[in-house]
């Protein structure tokens, strides 16, 4: 799938099941270390749950953007994935939103993360 710049400096990532999750976030990361210095929107509207590789590739993405002071905004997340983030122990480290349309307002209003404990 790729991902597609929604302005110049916002990536959104329109995520497909697994097994092919995993790499299209993993090719997002080398975006980023290859110097693709954006925030980023994944949606999962396509995705029902997620296995521990992908989390982990969230979680080296999440960093590698903090790093920047860029911000990563997951949207359009099911019950039963949103569940397995509560579950693992990793909701708090990521920034959630309802929808695509809202994660790409709140990053152009520059306003400051919903999640106090996900630092943007």
Do not use: Y
């Not at 097994?19 to 693709?36: D, F, H, M, R, S």
């Amino acid at each position: 799938m790729g991902f597609n710049k929604l302005t110049c400096n916002i990536v959104l990532l329109v995520l497909p099941e697994e097994p092919q999750l995993n790499k299209e976030i993993q090719n997002l990361n080398e975006a980023v270390v290859g110097g693709e210095d954006c925030h980023v929107i994944i949606s999962f509207s396509g995705v029902e749950v997620v296995n521990s590789a992908s989390l982990s590739s969230l979680i080296i993405l999440r960093d590698l953007l903090n790093k920047n002071a860029r911000r990563l905004i997951l949207c359009s997340v099911s019950f039963p994935t949103r569940c397995i983030f509560k579950v693992v122990g990793i909701e708090r480290l990521f920034e959630f939103s309802e929808d695509k349309a809202t994660a790409l307002a709140t990053l152009e209003s520059g306003n400051a993360p919903a999640n106090p404990a996900a630092p943007g």
